[in-house]
């Protein structure tokens, strides 16, 4: 793919009752849901942020009985770009991870692994069957609806560094004090920033958190709190003259929105 290795190229949300979820992002986020068309479950719809035939922000997949009751959860989930997913799963495993689902292909689409880091935090790699690149990530602003921002919230700064940096060869020589809760510290899938990661303070949330852009954060977040979720953190102020809020969708699934700072 023309993505670099570690850049997010899709995003999964895993859901107990699409029924809720989705009307409940579509008033935040403004997104629409198309079934994809599956024969078979579990269901799966494709999440759009525009009309165009390619205007995908990611999927979303209802939880049957069955994955639940074999410990799937409603999540946010990244696919991260490598070139080889066979060999990707097997240093994984090698460097301390977990391969939950070993590689497999999705026809016409791509081979996939679903997969934790050593400590636990899961997500996907993938590489695509065709040459085209992915647009879910948007680095800089622009399009509202895809993610802006993906945030590491881990125990082991240091470890989890290392583990990414072997994985996907992320750069992550530049760093942001953040006094007592330590450094922020950007990842970089070749020259471009795809989001940082920071050490997990006392009582917060773990794993990956996806900052998906809207056009005015007050707005979004009284879309939330209208439609069944709850703010976990935000609005605040962060670098780039830009705003971001952290909140919980009616399943308790964690995300955040992104979006311009306003006078």
């Not at 070993?102 to 996907?124: H, K």
């Not at 399009?143 to 992550?172: H, K, M, Q, S, V």
């Not at 303070?201 to 979720?229: C, K, L, N, Q």
């Amino acid at each position: 793919m023309a993505n670099p290795t570690g850049e997010p190229i899709w995003y999964e949300l895993m859901t107990r009752d699409l029924g809720v979820t989705a009307p409940f992002y579509a008033a935040v986020v403004g997104w629409s849901f198309v079934d994809a068309g599956m024969d078979d479950p579990p269901s799966y719809s494709f999440i759009k942020y525009g009309e165009g035939e390619h205007d995908a922000a990611g999927g979303a997949m209802q939880l049957s009985p069955e994955m639940v009751a074999g410990g799937a959860r409603p999540m946010w989930a990244a696919y991260f770009c490598v070139e080889d997913v066979d060999d990707t799963a097997a240093r994984l495993a090698t460097a301390g991870g977990t391969v939950l689902m070993p590689p497999s292909d999705i026809e016409g689409v791509g081979r996939m692994a679903f997969v934790t880091d050593p400590q636990g935090n899961p997500f996907y790699v993938m590489r695509g069957f065709h040459d085209a690149d992915s647009h879910v990530f948007a680095a800089e602003g622009g399009t509202y609806g895809r993610c802006g921002w993906n945030e590491l919230i881990t125990p082991d700064l240091e470890a989890a560094l290392d583990f990414y940096r072997g994985l996907f060869g992320y750069d992550t020589d530049e760093r942001m004090s953040m006094g007592a809760m330590g450094d922020y510290v950007f990842l970089k899938a070749g020259a471009k920033a795809i989001g940082a990661a920071m050490t997990a303070m006392e009582g917060s949330s773990r794993g990956w958190r996806f900052y998906f852009r809207v056009p005015d954060i007050h707005a979004a977040r009284s879309a939330i709190e209208t439609h069944g979720g709850t703010i976990v953190f935000g609005p605040e102020e962060v670098p780039g003259d830009e705003v971001i809020v952290l909140a919980q969708d009616p399943e308790g699934t964690i995300f955040g929105l992104l979006a311009p700072k306003k006078d």
